[in-house]
C-alpha cells in the first residue's frame, strides 16, 4: 500500500537525510582517537549511532509513502536542517555530561585560569544554538574560551560548517544513491541555487562536492606554508590543526576558530592578511569554481558578475571603512581593521580582529548594511541578501528611470549576467528580488524589536541591530551580546534567524504554512 498523506511523504525523505548524520558524526570519532579524547570520541559515537538508527528507523516507518511532490521540496529541507542542527547538537550535550572534571581541565592551556566551556553545554538550548551556528556557517559561539573544549569539539565546529557550506542537502544528494529522480530535483532546488551545471542533478551536486574539496585542500597547504613563513617559531602540530580548522571555517565562511580571539589571537598583521584568502575564495559561488575546474572557464573569474562585483567591493568597501574607521577614536590601526573586518563582513566568514562595539555609528552602520546585509555570492557558502541580488536591484533601478524617458512604444532590454532580458521578464524578477529583500529586511527588524526587551542595558538599539544582522546574514560578527549568560528569548531568536538566513526564509515560511495548513494547493 502507499501512503500519500503529506506529512508521510515528508518524514520518509526525513528520514534519508537524518541517517546521513550518522556518518556525518562518526568522523570526529577518530580525530578523539588521534588526540586521545576518549570520552569525546564516545560521547560523538553515542551520538553517531542515535542519530543514523533514528533517520533510518522514522525512513523505515514510512517507507510506503508516495515520492514528494513540488510543494513538499521547501518543506522537507527546512524540516531537515531544523532537526539535522538538533542531532548535530546531541554531541556537544553527550560530552559535556560524560567527561569527568579532571579531563575537563586538561583541556585548558596551560598557564589558564578559567573553566572549559565545554560545561556551557550541558544547556540543550546552548548545544542547539552551537550546532545551528556550525551548519548555517555563521560562527557566533557558546565557547567562551574556544581551545578549553578541546580538539575533538573544535574539529567537529568546523567540520559541521564546512558541510553546511556546501550544502547538507547538496551532501545527501552526491551520497544517498536511493533517493528518485524527481526527489534529487526538489531537494536541490529547495537548498541551492537549482543551478544545473550536469544533465543530472546527482552529478551536478557531486561535481560541487569535488570542486569544494579541491580547493579546500589548496586552501589547507596555502594556510600551512604561510603560517610557517609569518610564524616559523609556530608548533608545526598547532600550524598543521589550524590550517585545517580554518581552511574549512574560511572557504564555508563559517568564521568558528581554533583560537581564543579568532585570527587575533596570533597577534600578527600578516597572519591577518594570510587569512584574507580563505575568505576571499569563501564568497564566491560553488559554481563559479565547477566552471572553471571542469569547463576550464578561467575568463570566469571576470566574465561572471558577481565574482566580479565582488571583486569591486572588496577594494572600495575595505577602502571606505577604512576611512570612516580614521575617525574612530577606539581603532588604532584603522586600515588594518578595516580591511579585515570589512572582507569577513561582506563574506559573511566573522572572523574578528577588532571590538566593534567600540567604533563610531558610520563604521557601524556601514559594515552592517555595506557588506553583512549583501553578503557574498548567490550559490555559495554565504549569507545574506547576496551580490547578485543587489547588483539586479540596482540595474533594475537604473532600467526602470531610463524606461520612463522612452516612448510607450519601445522595447527596453536589460543585458545582466550574459543574457538579454525582456520587460516581462525584467519585471518579474524585480518583484521576486523585491520581495526576498523586503522580507530579509523585515524579520531583522521584528528580531531586533524583540531581543531589545531582552538585553541588558548597556547595549544599545544599534548593538541589537548588529547582532540581528550578524545571526540571520550568518555572519557571525559580534559585539558581545551573544554569551552563555544571555537571556534564552534572545538566544531562541538567533536560532531561529541563522535557521532562517541559511534557508533563504521561504523553505521555513513554507514549513509554517505546512504545519497550520497543510501541503495541498489552495483552491480561489
Not at 7 to 16: D, T
Not at 105 to 118: A, C, L, Q, W
Not at 372 to 381: D, F, L, R, S
Request: hydrophobic share 50%; glycine share 8%; with cysteine.
Amino acid at each position: 500500500m502507499r501512503y500519500n498523506r503529506a506529512y508521510q511523504i515528508v518524514l520518509k525523505e526525513l528520514g534519508n537525510l537524518l541517517s546521513l548524520m550518522g556518518f556525518i558524526l562518526i568522523i570526529p570519532v577518530f580525530v578523539g582517537f588521534i588526540y586521545g579524547e576518549w570520552y569525546s570520541s564516545l560521547g560523538f559515537l553515542i551520538s553517531a549511532l542515535f542519530s543514523f538508527l533514528f533517520g533510518k528507523g522514522i525512513n523505515f516507518l514510512f517507507r510506503n509513502a508516495i515520492e514528494p511532490q513540488y510543494n513538499h521540496g521547501y518543506v522537507i529541507a527546512a524540516l531537515g536542517w531544523l532537526f539535522m542542527t538538533m542531532l548535530g547538537g546531541l554531541p556537544f550535550l553527550v560530552i559535556s555530561y560524560i567527561t569527568p572534571y579532571e579531563v575537563l581541565r586538561s583541556f585548558i592551556p596551560v598557564g589558564m585560569d578559567y573553566e572549559s566551556s565545554i560545561i556551557y553545554f550541558k544547556n540543550p538550548l546552548h548545544c542547539l544554538f552551537e550546532s545551528m551556528s556550525a551548519f548555517t556557517t555563521t560562527g557566533l559561539t557558546m565557547s567562551v574560551h574556544e581551545p578549553s573544549i578541546g580538539k575533538t569539539l573544535l574539529f567537529y565546529r568546523s567540520f559541521a560548517q564546512w558541510i553546511g557550506g556546501a550544502g547538507f542537502i547538496v551532501l545527501a544528494l552526491a551520497m544517498v544513491k536511493h533517493i528518485s529522480g524527481r526527489s534529487l530535483k526538489l531537494l536541490y532546488r529547495s537548498e541551492s541555487t537549482g543551478i544545473n551545471l550536469r544533465n543530472k542533478v546527482i552529478d551536478t551536486a557531486k561535481g560541487i562536492w569535488k570542486s569544494y574539496a579541491i580547493i579546500t585542500g589548496v586552501t589547507v597547504l596555502y594556510l600551512i606554508v604561510g603560517t610557517w613563513l609569518i610564524l616559523p617559531a609556530y608548533p608545526l602540530a598547532d600550524n598543521v590543526f589550524d590550517a585545517v580548522n580554518h581552511a574549512m571555517c574560511g572557504l564555508s565562511s563559517g568564521g568558528f576558530s581554533t583560537l581564543d580571539d579568532s585570527i587575533a589571537g596570533y597577534h600578527s598583521a600578516g597572519m591577518e592578511m594570510l587569512h584574507l584568502l580563505p575568505m576571499i575564495l569563501g564568497s564566491f559561488s560553488l559554481p563559479f569554481y565547477f566552471r572553471i575546474f571542469y569547463n576550464g572557464k578561467i575568463n570566469e573569474i571576470w566574465r561572471d558578475i558577481q565574482t566580479r562585483s565582488l571583486l569591486f567591493c572588496f577594494f572600495f568597501g575595505s577602502l571606505i571603512l577604512s576611512v570612516l574607521l580614521t575617525y574612530s577614536p577606539s581603532v588604532q590601526e584603522p586600515f588594518r581593521e578595516g580591511v579585515f573586518q570589512y572582507i569577513s563582513a561582506i563574506s559573511t566568514t566573522g572572523w574578528q580582529t577588532s571590538n566593534i562595539h567600540l567604533w563610531d555609528d558610520r563604521s557601524f552602520l556601514m559594515i552592517i548594511f555595506g557588506a553583512m546585509v549583501v553578503g557574498g555570492a548567490w550559490g555559495g557558502t554565504v549569507g545574506g541578501i547576496k551580490i547578485y541580488r543587489v547588483v539586479f536591484l540596482l540595474k533594475g533601478i537604473r532600467w526602470h528611470i531610463k524606461r520612463t524617458f522612452l516612448s510607450p512604444n519601445a522595447i527596453r532590454t536589460l543585458k545582466f549576467d550574459q543574457k538579454v532580458m525582456m520587460p516581462d521578464e525584467i519585471n518579474e524578477e524585480l518583484n521576486n528580488t523585491g520581495i526576498f529583500a523586503l522580507t530579509f529586511l523585515l524579520v531583522i527588524l521584528i528580531s531586533t524589536f524583540l531581543t531589545t526587551f531582552f538585553l541588558p542595558d548597556h547595549f544599545t538599539f544599534f548593538d541589537a541591530l548588529f547582532e540581528s544582522v550578524a545571526a540571520q546574514s550568518t555572519a557571525g560578527l559580534s559585539v558581545g551580546i551573544t554569551d552563555p549568560e544571555m537571556h534564552p528569548v534572545v538566544e531562541i531568536i538567533y536560532i531561529l534567524q541563522m535557521w532562517v538566513g541559511r534557508l533563504e526564509i521561504f523553505p521555513v515560511l513554507a514549513l509554517f504554512r505546512f504545519a497550520f495548513l497543510g501541503a495541498n494547493p489552495k483552491i480561489p
